[in-house]
């Protein structure tokens, strides 16, 4: 069989195109001599991608059998909200450009593609095919998970830590894409919150309404004083469906659409609030908190903010809105599983007085 070379036949946008011919070209990038024989469709999910588990029966005896292919989401809202601001390109520039120096767990990319007025497309390895278990939106960390899972984030943003570098290498994390994702964000707040509080009905106490609305009409102060901190690469979308894990018991990082330059406790406030239960948040925050902080320091990193703990609650707010904004676009994450992230972050927020740590004049 000659070999395939136009890498324009990998790109494609509907999973009814995975066919063989698709799955020959992928495992060509790593094995020019070797064959597929078939492709099943194992499942296909639709949120803010599609993402499609593929059985791809080949003769290679280094590539991965189970792939995991995301494509642009088949749902319009979704596709609709995530076109402008390129997550799926972002992630495929991630794994083009910065995977490769990231210190965690991430699954093996075969094929990553973008091309403008074509959309994008990632395929990675399944993370079951080496008995890694992928988490669900839903799931909840006991507590020794916290902890593995805050360690790995103290060592990941040390690595990146005030590197000035970084919007020059890598210029998508922090330039005109993301903050025309931020314009967008800001200029749809409150319309998109107020869709969310109604949705979520009871769910997020009334006397959360005012301030999380104050919160919207004044996103993009809030974006600025959330900035407004030492920055490091960031993974920004640390909710328990974007983790997997490893038989040893290790964690690893799925989902990069939405990497940036941040400040690296955000990651904290998205991983606690929305993957302990309450009940196990309040028993162990401070000492999680206290964990992070411990273990940058001693990756030689200096300038971590005294005040960690308000820093924390002011990110909290972001993970709020998050988890509102999901709910109010719709088709973004299963619904009992946002409803219940919506009540973790809620119960936060509210616990921790967070809408007050922010630099707003009350309305």
Not at 286 to 298: F, I, P, Q
Request: a positive charge; hydrophobic letters at 40%; glycine letters at 6%.
């Amino acid at each position: 069989m000659s070999r395939i070379s136009n890498k324009d036949t990998i790109l494609v946008n509907n999973h009814k195109h995975l066919t063989r011919h698709w799955a020959q070209a992928v495992l060509h990038l790593h094995d020019d001599k070797a064959t597929v024989r078939a492709v099943d469709v194992v499942s296909v999910h639709v949120g803010t991608t599609t993402r499609v588990q593929l059985a791809v029966d080949h003769d290679s005896h280094h590539v991965a059998r189970r792939w995991f292919v995301k494509l642009p989401s088949r749902n319009w809202k979704a596709r609709l909200f995530t076109a402008l601001p390129r997550l799926l390109q972002t992630e495929v520039r991630f794994y083009q450009q910065m995977a490769k120096h990231i210190p965690l767990n991430i699954p093996t990319c075969l094929a990553a593609r973008s091309k403008w007025g074509r959309g994008a497309i990632l395929v990675l390895d399944d993370i079951t095919e080496q008995g890694g278990r992928a988490g669900t939106a839903g799931d909840t960390l006991d507590i020794q998970q916290a902890y593995t899972t805050v360690e790995q984030l103290a060592r990941f943003h040390a690595g990146f830590w005030c590197d000035t570098t970084l919007p020059h290498r890598y210029p998508w994390v922090a330039g005109s894409v993301r903050q025309l994702e931020d314009l967008f964000g800001s200029a749809l707040a409150v319309p998109l919150m107020r869709c969310g509080l109604r949705k979520a009905g009871s769910l997020i106490p009334d006397e959360l309404h005012e301030p999380a609305l104050n919160y919207a009409r004044n996103r993009k102060k809030v974006m600025a004083f959330l900035n407004d901190a030492p920055q490091t690469v960031t993974h920004h979308d640390c909710h328990p469906g974007n983790l997997f894990w490893r038989e040893d018991g290790s964690v690893g990082f799925l989902d990069w659409q939405l990497v940036r330059l941040g400040e690296g406790i955000g990651d904290l406030a998205y991983l606690l609030t929305t993957t302990l239960t309450p009940e196990v948040r309040r028993r162990h925050e401070a000492d999680l908190l206290a964990y992070y902080a411990e273990t940058v320091c001693s990756q030689g990193i200096t300038g971590l903010s005294d005040d960690i703990m308000t820093r924390y609650r002011v990110h909290c707010c972001y993970t709020f809105e998050a988890m509102v904004i999901t709910l109010a676009i719709g088709g973004m994450m299963e619904l009992t599983s946002n409803f219940e992230l919506i009540r973790r972050t809620s119960i936060a927020v509210k616990d921790l007085n967070c809408f007050a740590a922010l630099p707003l004049a009350p309305r």
